[in-house]
């Protein structure tokens, strides 16, 4: 097994771990994740429509 597999297979147990152990604060995080992908999808909507309008 390589680094890279090595690695990718560590982060999923310790993502999976915290999962499990936490699921409140995971959540959390998830919903803060998911809240900064929306602004910057808003932010790029926007930014798309004003040069377009301009």
Same mark, same amino acid.
């Given at each position: 097994? =390589?680094a &890279?597999? /090595?690695?990718? !297979? /560590? @982060? /999923? +147990?310790l !993502? %999976?771990? $915290? !999962?499990?152990?936490?699921p %409140? *604060?995971s959540a @959390?995080?998830?919903?803060q994740i998911? =809240?900064?992908? &929306?602004? +910057? /999808?808003? +932010? !790029?909507?926007?930014? %798309?429509?004003? %040069? $377009? *309008?301009?």
């Open positions: 097994m =390589n &890279k597999k /090595a690695l990718i !297979l /560590a @982060g /999923a +147990a !993502l %999976v771990f $915290f !999962l499990v152990t936490q %409140v *604060q @959390g995080i998830v919903t998911l =809240n900064t992908l &929306k602004d +910057a /999808a808003e +932010a !790029l909507i926007t930014f %798309v429509r004003s %040069v $377009f *309008q301009g």
